[in-house]
């Protein structure tokens, strides 16, 4: 039975009832895991509310208990920017929560953000030596809830960083997603003028128009962004760099003394079979970013409002096939099918989601592949040519890979196609920087240690490097080119 949240808050308040003065290493291993309150799923597909309510405090005490404060720190070894991990956890055990968040702001500007979306589970938790006694990454420390917690109980703390005098640089920020956030926040620091040219008229990149706002509240994302602004940085919106202006025209006319693009990768792969272009087959991300950033589930204000679906076939098992299929489930779909050609164990979407998604009720069509999508004498799609797989050996990936089963298709009625098989790097800055030198799949190389691309003064980072990664790479990427242009710019005339 899933448990309510006034269950988990009444089984926290008995543990802390009983947690005796001194905790041995064995006490704390017997301390039960707090599980994560969450909205009731049959509510929840109502609204577009944060599934996940976050830990109480009495629930934080817990789970922070539960941490051995390890002297070698496994956990930071997963964290890609080094969070002393034990050290805010045992702030929270304290109860010195803005303590917490400082120890946190050491190493992440975007607490509240990646406590909520890190994959936890591949990253800092992994690593965990409670969840590796108990023989389940499950079990570890819940680090990011209790990141998450510290950052939400401390939301009214806006303390601005300090920023060193006017240096007179000045320094092109492309694109707003998280690497660009970390980015122009350190260039910021050390007294360099920032301008942040996004292509949308929303900053944030993805954590604005492709995470739903049930998995990340944007008031959040807006809250950083205005931070920045407090801090002086320029924002501009409807810039598309590569045709508005160009990076020469950036550094050559408007005096820009360096350049750190992280334009992502926003590039829709399609499956290229048949039927694709019909109408009512969507890229994930269209269908993400019209109703996180255009607004279209809001039928009475949206200017765009929303295609109306009954039966909605999602291609791809990743977290962003997750989001499309729970954001359909959420726009009034009876059915939504994510089809998948290899089984769950495989899904590379995180556990969790799998499971929230499932909980809604989206229905896991597994081993099946799209072979054709059908459409009416409207062009309009009717539905979807489906071929049975088996697994087979494993693939690079490690995963065992799927093998078709000939003879074996059959026809499912859909209304509406939602293509989610992964992004690549858009051409656009490429194309008319040819001084960039960039990989087969078209992401920018960099050096790994200063994120400097091959032109001079020009550095990126996050997915338009990494490919699509996570928030806390991206992130971390941004930090590391801003130290790298910091020290650039101390030479330069
Ligand atoms: P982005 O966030 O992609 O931002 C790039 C920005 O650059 C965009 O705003 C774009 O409009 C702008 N831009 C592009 N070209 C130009 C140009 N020529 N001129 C000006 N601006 C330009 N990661 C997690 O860690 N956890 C998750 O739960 C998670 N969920 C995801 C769900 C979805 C639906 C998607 C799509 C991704 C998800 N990711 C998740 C991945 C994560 O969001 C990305 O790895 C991360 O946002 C990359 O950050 P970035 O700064 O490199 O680029
Ligand atoms: Fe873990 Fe992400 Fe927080 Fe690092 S930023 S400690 S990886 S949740
Ligand atoms: Fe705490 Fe786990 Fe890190 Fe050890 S590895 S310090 S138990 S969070």
Redesign the pocket.
């Known amino acids: 039975m899933t448990k309510t949240p006034e269950m988990i808050e009444q089984e926290a308040k008995e543990i802390l009832a009983k947690l005796p003065e001194n905790l041995t290493a064995k006490d704390r291993a017997a301390i039960p895991h707090m599980d994560m309150p969450a909205q009731d799923p049959k509510e929840r597909i109502h609204n577009m509310n944060e599934v996940a309510l976050g830990y109480t405090e009495d629930e934080a005490l817990v789970e922070a208990s539960r941490c051995l404060q390890c002297k070698n720190k496994p956990c930071v070894n997963g964290c890609p920017v080094g969070i002393d991990i034990p050290a805010f956890i045992h702030k929270i055990t304290e109860k010195d929560y803005s303590g917490a968040l400082s120890v946190i702001q050491e190493s992440s500007l975007l607490p509240s953000i990646c406590g909520r ?3 936890q589970e591949s990253q800092c938790q992994k690593y965990c030596t409670v969840g590796k006694m108990l023989k389940d990454v499950d079990q570890a420390v819940g680090i990011g809830r209790l990141e998450r917690f510290v950052a939400d109980h401390e939301a009214a703390n806006t303390t601005i960083p300090e920023i060193a005098p006017a240096t007179g640089k000045k320094v092109a920020v ?7 956030i970390a980015c122009a926040a350190d260039v910021r620091r050390a007294g360099h003028s920032v301008t942040v ?4 008229h929303k900053m ?4 604005s ?3 739903p706002e049930f ?1 990340l509240p944007k008031r959040l994302v807006d809250k950083e962004i205005e931070k920045l602004s407090v801090m002086g940085i320029d924002f501009e919106k409807n ?4 045709r508005t202006r160009t990076i020469q025209e950036l550094m050559e006319e408007d005096g820009f003394d360096a350049v750190f693009v ?5 590039l829709p792969k399609f499956m290229g079979i048949p039927g694709e272009d019909l109408v009512s087959v969507f890229s ?2 269209e269908y ?1 970013t019209r109703s996180n950033l255009m607004k279209a589930y809001d039928e009475k204000d949206s200017l765009t409002p929303f295609f109306h679906s009954h039966k909605v076939a999602v291609f791809g098992g990743g ?2 096939a997750m ?1 499309a299929a729970r954001t359909a489930l959420r726009l009034g779909a009876d059915t939504v099918d994510i089809i998948y050609r290899r089984s769950r164990e495989e899904m590379p979407a995180r556990k969790e989601e799998i499971e929230h998604a499932v909980e809604e009720g989206c229905n896991l069509r597994l081993l099946s592949q799209p072979v054709e999508i059908l459409g009416d004498e409207n062009g309009i799609v009717k539905g979807v040519v489906i071929r049975k797989c088996e697994l087979g050996e494993p693939d690079a990936s490690g995963r065992r890979s799927p093998v078709e089963i000939p003879g074996s298709d059959y026809t499912v009625e859909y209304d509406t196609v939602i293509v989610s098989i992964g ?1 690549a790097s ?1 051409p ?2 490429k194309r008319t920087t040819p001084e960039i030198e960039t990989n087969r799949r078209g992401n920018f190389i960099v050096n790994e240690e200063t994120c400097e691309t091959s032109m001079k003064g020009v550095y990126a ?4 490097v990494l490919g ?7 992130m971390g990427q ?1 930090r590391k080119a801003a130290a790298a242009i910091n020290e650039y710019l101390k030479e330069k005339k």
């Open positions: 979306v890190c994959p492309v694109g707003s997603g998280p690497a660009s040219f996004e292509a949308l944030g990149g993805v954590l128009y492709g995470i998995r810039v598309l760099v590569g992280g334009t992502g990768a926003g994930a991300n993400l977290n962003v989001d992004n858009n656009l800055i980072g996050g997915d338009i699509a990664a996570t928030v806390i790479l991206a941004g």
